[in-house]
């Protein structure tokens, strides 16, 4: 079984991570987290947990520059999801970037709606819907990223571009070169446009969140969908691959765009509620529980070789892994133990994270913790802090339940290896006395 994994199924997954597509939504997508991160500090203050504080915020006006800068940071990821995609695929076919992610977003923005409806039936055109240019735009950024900068890169490799003489600076060159891909696919959008909004009476956005991004948001939302994501990080692991940049890599559009959608609930005034349409798995979701103290949850082998190892080994590798493990990184054990391709360890190791992803879910799904917002922490934010900020002190808890039975779980099976390894050190010990002598 081991060999068929290693020999069929991991090379298989490696070569479609590996995929300049795939890259490119991984990197992509990681430069909306520090507006994301920076407006979850603004989302928090907005939101204080004490009345009083909101209600001052509210009379002083604080509260809407607040909401202004949230509005800024949370509303434009799509935005900054299809620029990221386009600039690192284009940037790993060897082209110039920025010029082709410049027309990415030219495109995407041209698929969005330009007009809403007022309330009195006013229709007001010429404006960025800002609900598109966020959640509900996440797959469609991801579409129109990865079409677009295989476009362009398409026509740079043949050289159909104008070129201009040597001397001109780059800047000026390579706005000339973006001439004539930007024409093409500028055109083939507007066709594209043209076709959904007079044949099917909507934009190339709404047809993309209706038949692609809503199923799957649906999909990943069930508790299927919640298991195998959270399997799959810990099994990948297992085998040497770095499973938590991979599903993360391929999930986060997905997780991103529940998240804002859930805080476009909020900001309505509906209550946050799987009833009302509210999503339960989120980036917080595997972030914070699922990857916490890192993959694996391996917090409990962390504190049983801290506090309870007899063995040299593991005693040393806990005083070295206590620090990293309360930030969510624990590849020293992983490799140090080892975890990786160690079937004693391979059961607690891939059984703990869907076992917390069944209990999140649980939770969220019957209202004992909220459901998340769109509040991000740095995902080495130490677990009980995490939960807190993105969910109160019943997320908290809830971390703290878990943590407790990462110890529990892991603790019959460390404790064979505890043994093992206390058995080879003695015998180490023993055959260099008997060399002594």
Known sequence: MKQFINEKVIPKI??????????????????????????????????????????????????????????????????????????????????????????????????TPASIVTENGTVVGGIIDKSWTAGKGMVGAIIVGLIVAYVYCWFLKRNIKIKMPAGVPEGVSNAFSALVPGAVIVTGAAVVHGIFSMGFHMTAMEGIYNVIQTPLQSMTDSIGGAVLMCFLTPFLWFFGVH????????????????????????????????????????????????????????????????????????????????????FNINEPILFGIPIVM????????????????????????????????????????????????????RTALLQVVILTLSFLIYLPFIRRVDKQSLMEEAKTEKEALDDEW
């Open 14 to 111: 490696m070569a479609f991570v590996n995929t300049k597509g795939i890259q490119a939504i991984k990197d992509g997508m990681v430069y909306s987290m520090p507006l994301l991160i920076v407006g979850s500090v603004f989302l928090i203050i907005t939101n204080f947990p004490v009345q009083a504080v909101v209600d001052l915020l509210e009379r002083t006006g604080i509260k809407a520059v607040l909401e202004q800068a949230n509005g800024a940071t949370f509303n434009i990821s799509a935005i900054i999801a299809v620029l990221g995609i386009a600039y690192n695929y284009i940037k790993l076919e060897g082209e110039e970037p920025l010029s082709g992610a410049i027309v990415a977003m030219g495109v995407f923005i041209m698929m």
């Open 243 to 326: 499973g938590s940049t991979i599903v993360g890599g391929i999930m986060t559009g997905i997780l991103q765009a529940n998240g804002l959608e859930n805080q476009a609930l909020i900001d309505q005034g509906v209550q946050l509620t799987v009833q009302n349409g509210g999503h339960i798995v989120t980036m917080q979701f595997l972030d914070q529980f699922i990857n916490t103290t890192g993959a694996g949850i391996t917090i409990g082998l962390v504190i049983y070789m801290f506090f309870l190892a007899k063995s040299k080994q593991l005693k040393t590798l806990g005083r070295l892994e206590m620090v990293p493990a309360l």
């Open 342 to 393: 160690n079937p004693m360890l391979a059961f607690p190791f891939i059984a703990m994270p869907v076992i917390a992803c069944v209990l999140q879910y649980t939770a969220l799904y019957t209202g004992l913790c909220p459901l998340y917002g769109a509040v991000q922490v740095p995902w080495t934010c130490p677990p009980i802090i995490s939960g807190f900020l993105i969910g109160g002190w």
